[in-house]
């Protein structure tokens, strides 16, 4: 009987001390205490491009990381070594180390469309570090290209995309959140088959639909469609026409009874509400709220005039909108004539930025005169994007100025030939919106481009850099 529980006693032994050595791959908390200052503190996802980067946050000591592993699970459950640090490898205190594919010290990379989760693994297979995208950023959400998940602030807790990657060098956050400050105008047509992903991707987060959709795929099915965007956090407009009816342009004011067209504001302020009412809208874009370029034919009082119909308008469905939801963003689009623009389109943008989050100029540096495709030059641009700018801050507003941006250039009268641009040129073109060859900076925060279907796409993020 005494052999009997001894036999068990040893068997029960080296139970014990076999489980103390299986790797706890789901529970850092277990780490040595030697490695204990080591983290993952930066990931980058870049297609072919991808890299890792460790930290030893401690001040005061250095780390063996001798036979360290990086290893990766994929949406199957799969582990994979990505790395194997050699042996004899000091990390000092305080310093970082990047393993990279570009170089060869990752042996694979890691598609960021899918579940990603990293493990720092001890030589003595003790998990050191978990980072776990789908939990510390969000379900499946991918970072830009020029981008990467970081701790930020540096070394802290908290998880965050980057669009300053810091490889090897201290995180850092963007001066600019550019996360919602890029979008695109969609024609009604492209709607149904939008690919939100792929914007989000290339750093285009708001999408300016255009109304018509509404009544051609139907309320559910639009609001369906809505609701895909938000999944990839893709913010939905509602690309919004004012003073311009079945092809024919409405008076703001009533010239019978000489005063603002209460009456058409009405009309206009309802469908705004209405929409709004929908849920998930992210804003509403006002499109043609301005005249043909008469108003200044239209004085009949120091109250009533072209100017003052259409701030007027801008004042009313503010008021309505916000009254409903005050997070809906209510934009306008601009026409690029700056200190023209009251004069002729009524859109005096001091007295309208009270009532509009964003203005959006139309600053389309190319157009088709009798003489062909013309080119108003790399300083337009910029002078005709701080100039919105300028007015909104002589205002004492806080209207955020996102520049319009034309893809192509007209080759023919009424854009009936057209020649996309470049994805280069179209770039060149964003920043030129945003600083000057000098580095001066216009003020603006966001570029929107006219239009999708037309467009040689890049990352939108990387120009605010």
Not at 46 to 58: A, F, R, V
Not at 98 to 121: E, H, Q, R, W
């Amino acid at each position: 009987m005494h052999f009997v529980i001894k036999i068990l006693f040893i068997l029960w032994a080296l139970c014990v001390a076999s489980c103390e050595t299986v790797p706890h791959v789901d529970d850092p908390s277990e780490k040595e205490d030697t490695l204990s200052t080591l983290i993952i503190n930066e990931v980058c996802g870049k297609t072919n491009s991808e890299w890792i980067e460790i930290l030893n946050t401690s001040d005061s000591i250095s780390i063996d990381i001798s036979g360290l592993l990086v290893v990766h699970k994929n949406h199957l459950n799969q582990f994979s070594t990505l790395h194997r640090v050699p042996d004899n490898t000091i990390l000092e205190a305080g310093t970082y180390k990047v393993f990279d594919k570009a170089d060869g010290s990752l042996s694979g990379g890691f598609p960021l469309d899918k579940t990603l989760t990293l493990y720092l693994i001890s030589s003595k297979k003790d998990t050191l570090d978990v980072f776990d995208r789908d939990k510390e950023i969000g379900l499946n959400k991918v970072h830009p290209q020029s981008a990467s998940y970081a701790r930020l602030p540096n070394g802290a807790d908290t998880w965050s995309i980057s669009y300053v990657p810091t490889k090897g060098i201290e995180n850092q956050q963007a001066n600019v959140d550019v996360s919602d400050n890029n979008g695109i105008w969609v024609r009604g047509e492209h709607f149904a088959g939008l690919n939100f992903k792929a914007l989000a991707g290339y750093g285009i987060t708001n999408v300016f639909i255009n109304e018509s959709v509404i009544s051609s795929m139907g309320e559910t099915s639009f609001k369906n469609r809505v609701a895909a965007a938000k999944m990839e956090d893709v913010k939905v407009h509602i690309w919004f026409q004012c003073f311009y009816k079945n092809g024919s342009w409405v008076n703001p004011i009533n010239t019978t009874t000489k005063q603002f067209n209460q009456e058409y504001f009405d009309e206009l302020i309802t469908r705004a509400e209405r929409y709004v009412r929908f849920g998930d809208i992210a804003g509403i874009h006002l499109d043609y709220v301005r005249y043909p370029g008469t108003a200044h034919q239209y004085g009949y009082s120091t109250e009533v005039t072209g100017r003052k119909a259409i701030t007027e308008f801008c004042r009313q469905i503010y008021v309505a909108v916000k009254a409903i939801d005050p997070n809906v963003k209510l934009s306008a689009a601009l026409m690029n004539e700056t200190s023209s623009n009251a004069y002729y389109y009524g859109q005096d943008a001091k007295a309208m930025s009270p009532y509009m989050d964003i203005f959006i100029p139309m600053v389309y540096r190319y157009s088709y005169g009798a003489s062909g495709m013309i080119d108003k030059g790399v300083s337009w641009v910029f002078n005709t994007t701080k100039w919105f700018v300028n007015e909104v801050k002589s205002a004492g507003e806080d209207t955020e100025v996102w520049a319009g941006i034309m893809t192509y250039k007209p080759m023919a009268a009424n854009d009936t030939q057209i020649q996309n641009l470049s994805a280069g040129q179209l770039e060149i073109d964003c920043r030129l919106a945003l600083k000057n060859d000098a580095g001066t900076a216009s003020g603006a925060t966001g570029i929107v481009l006219f239009r999708y279907g037309i467009v040689n796409y890049f990352d939108m993020t990387a120009i605010y850099f």
